[in-house]
Each structure stands twice: as C-alpha cells, then as structure tokens.
C-alpha cells in the first residue's frame, strides 16, 4: 500500500535539502513547475506507478513527470533498451538507424504526419514548428488561444499567463508578451478568445494574408482540460483556407489523446504537429512532424532546404533506444487500458464529490483528468481567473485536498490533475477516488 508521510514537517530531509537547494539555484529549483509550498518533496526512486521521497514516503505517481512517463518509472523494456544502448553510444555527430526506427514507428501512427525531425524538448518543438510555419508561408503572424500553454518559447508563450491588467477585451484579447519578452515579440501574436467561433473568425480574418499559423492546443491543459471545439475548429480550418495560413496543432501532452494522435479523434488534418514527452520513454525529447511537402521544403538539404534545424542532442541515441521501447510497449491495447482507467477514475472522482455533497468538476479524457472545485461551467481563461479571485476558497481547498492525498500516498498535480501511466492498477485508481472522498470530506470552509 502506498505510504501516509507527514507534510509539511520542519525535520524532514526533504526539508533539509530544499534548504540546501536554495543557497545554490534560485528558489532551490531550475523548475518552477515543481515546486509546491513550504518546499517539494525530494524524490529517491521510482518503480512502476510508486515513487519515493528523501524520507523513505511512498506515494502513487499520478503527475508522471507532466504526463511524460507513459509506462511509470522503470519499465524493464524501457530501462533494458536504456542500458544496452549506454554501453554503445549516447550521442554523437553521425546520424543513426534508431533515430529511423523511432520515426518510422511514429509516420505509420500518427495520421498527420508523414516526416518528422526530432529534438529535445516539448519547448523547442513548438519553437520550430512556429519557425516553421513562418518559412514555408513567408508570413509573420501567428495566432494562439488565450491561456493555452505551449512552452516557454518566446513566441509560444505571449498570453499563456496573461493578468487582467494587461488582457485587454474579452472580444479581442491583447498579445501580452511573457516576462523577459518584448513588445515586439508579442507584435507578431495575435490572441484567439478560446471556442469563440465569431470574434475569433473577426480576428483571424483581421489578421488576413499576414497569417503564418493558427496554433492550438487539442485539449488545453491549463484551462481544465478543456476541448477546443468543433465549431471552433472548423472555423479555424475555413479561415486558414480562405488565407493559405497552416494548421498548427501543440500535441506536446494531448498525443495522449488518442493512440493515432490527439488529431485523429477530431478529424482535422494539422499541417504541422508538435510532440515531446511520452514520445521519448522518459527522456528528454521533442519532435515536429507534419505533410512531407512542408517538411521537405523547410528541412531537406537536397531539396534546398529554407530552415536550419541543428541540435547537438537532437535524436540522440539514448533517447531514441527509450523512446522506441515505450511507444512499442505502447499498443493499441495498452492504449485502450489505460484509457478505461481514467474513465474509472473520473467516476469514482465524480461519485467522491457526490458523496460529499461537495461542488466540483471532473475534466479530461483518456489517461488525463482535471479535478476543480467549483461546480460552475468554464469556458475560458478569463472566467477561470475571474472565479479563482472571487472566490479564494477553491484554492484553499485544493491545496487542502493535494495535502491530504500527499500525506496519504498520493502525489497528484498541485494545479489539480491526475495523468495516469500503464503501470496504474485498478485498485490504486479505486485508492486515489477513496482518499479524495476522505480529502472532501474535512475540507476547510
Ligand atoms: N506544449 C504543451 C501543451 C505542454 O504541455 C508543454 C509542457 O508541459 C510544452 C509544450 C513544453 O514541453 P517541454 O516541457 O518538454 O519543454
């Protein structure tokens, strides 16, 4: 059973070293994601759906380094394909046949994709599938969702995180650049009110011949999981044929989505598609795919290529050995497994609130599931923003619950998320559903 471990708790070692972290990186991290308050729990080992803290605590892994781990820790492929390629080469300046069997494995599932260029970070491959689409189009301007996260590209990231301040109308959303960014980044954004079908279409067709891409996000994290629709869709797509603009698609963390893609359950072909995380086995990786007329024009030297794409790691061998052992070990069945155990999940969530008579949203699909405290319907970033401010009791009581479930065994995503990995059994999905009707139940008011 997975382990109950006091937090906070003034002696623990995870305490300690969080102390010592901090004399030597900014806020004793080099990742702001994983910090929560007082400090983080330090991680030891993983095996399977459990992982280990500096204080010996075991918990159920139900964050999966940002859903990355698709099979959990240690996957005896995964981990096998790992040492049997560090004893033969980890990098080097030489293009290799795994790079080939990685790719190959993933033109044949993905339906956009008929190339694809690999490189080392979910980051980097929305920073070239921006570039891109700016090369092939010979256009500057790119169009995104309010609120929708796509890394920390300086392009990619203009409005992810935008304070009412600066957002200007809801009907035309300001291009809010990141901090360290300039205005003049944010010059080339234009900012799509998210499943606005009449202001968005107002917006893209303002936008007209200077459109290089619309980027989306299939199912965005950061809003709760929420779909783009197919009204939203559809308009996008007719808006990019009316310009000749291209069809972005961010499935860094929604190629969870469906075992073809996130691309194939919506029946839209992207132009370019963005991958990272699950596609590496659990080591560093991005990669942009998309038609092969696209990728030839940008990145074939023998086609003239437009677009440099170096990368001392791009398709290192050992990423790509780990990468090709977890999307094997990934089939369709493995797939649809999984899938039924986040089904199981959102229901015994949703029972949990019922249970309790607590007011809550269960979001998500396939293996990623969204859990927020309120029972109003949320349509965008702002109506989130808008309700978290007015009301601070959502956030006390997910803290509350992410505190209860870490001191019982369960480390779920502090923003409120479970991304499940094939490791996962039912009775441990049962066991999170359980210990959050008990988290529910002593909420604060
Ligand atoms: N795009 C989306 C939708 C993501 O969720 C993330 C990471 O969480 C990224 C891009 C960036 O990927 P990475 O963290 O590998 O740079």
């Known amino acids: 059973a997975a382990g109950t471990g006091a937090f906070p708790h003034a002696h623990s070692r995870s305490a300690a070293l969080h102390e010592r972290a901090r004399a030597v990186m900014p806020g004793g991290n080099t990742r702001h994601s994983v910090f929560f308050p007082p400090y983080p729990v330090y991680a030891t080992h993983g095996r399977g759906s459990r992982i280990w803290d500096a204080d010996g605590v075991e918990r159920i892994d139900c964050m999966n380094n940002y859903s990355s781990l698709i099979h959990g820790h240690g996957h005896p492929a995964i ?17 290799t046949e795994s790079e080939i069997e ?9 339906d956009a994709i008929e190339q694809i260029r690999f490189c080392n970070s979910g980051t980097e491959a929305m ?24 890394g920390s590209a300086e392009t990619a990231a203009v409005s992810s995180q935008p304070g009412p301040s600066r957002w200007g109308p809801a009907d035309s959303p300001a291009s809010v650049p990141d901090a360290g960014s300039t205005p003049g ?49 559809q308009m996008v797509r007719e808006e990019l044929q009316a310009c000749g603009g291209l069809l972005v698609f961010d499935e860094v963390y929604s190629l969870r989505l469906g075992f073809h893609g996130a691309h194939a359950t919506l029946g839209v072909q992207p132009d370019i598609i963005a991958m990272g995380k699950i596609i590496g086995g659990g080591l560093p990786i991005g990669a942009i795919g998309g038609r092969a007329d696209i990728m030839t024009a940008l990145f074939d030297p023998h086609a003239g290529a437009r677009l440099g794409h170096a990368g001392t790691f791009n398709a290192n061998p050992l990423t790509m050995a780990a990468g090709l052992a977890a999307m094997r070990a990934f089939d369709l ?85 479970f991304v499940l990995s094939t490791a996962i059994t039912e009775a441990e999905v049962d066991y999170i559903a359980e210990t959050t009707l008990a988290a529910l139940r002593t909420l604060p008011t």
């Open 127 to 150: 920073l070239f599938a921006i570039k891109a689409a700016r090369a092939y189009s010979g256009r500057p301007v790119i169009a995104k969702v309010e609120g929708a996260y796509h």
């Open 79 to 95: 981990v096998e394909a790992i040492q049997q390629q560090a004893t033969r080469l980890t990098s080097v300046a030489l293009p």
């Open 333 to 417: 069945g493995a797939f649809e497994r999984l899938s039924a155990l986040g089904d199981r999940l959102r229901k015994g969530l949703r029972e949990a609130l019922r249970i309790a008579d607590v007011e809550g949203t269960v979001t998500g699909a396939t293996s990623m599931t969204g859990f927020f405290l309120s029972g109003k319907s949320m349509s965008n970033y702002r109506e989130i923003a808008a309700l978290m401010g007015a009301d601070p009791t959502i956030a006390r009581r997910a803290e509350h619950v992410f505190h209860h479930l870490l001191n019982h065994g369960v480390y779920m995503g502090s923003y409120g998320f």
């Open 102 to 110: 990685l790719a190959e494995l993933l033109v044949e599932r993905l």
């Open 185 to 233: 980044v944010a010059a080339d954004v234009v900012v799509l009110p998210m499943n606005d079908v009449d202001n968005g279409r107002r917006i893209l067709r303002g936008v007209g011949s200077r459109l290089a891409a619309v980027v989306l996000d299939p199912l965005v994290k950061n809003l709760g999981f929420k779909p783009v629709t197919q009204e939203f869709l």
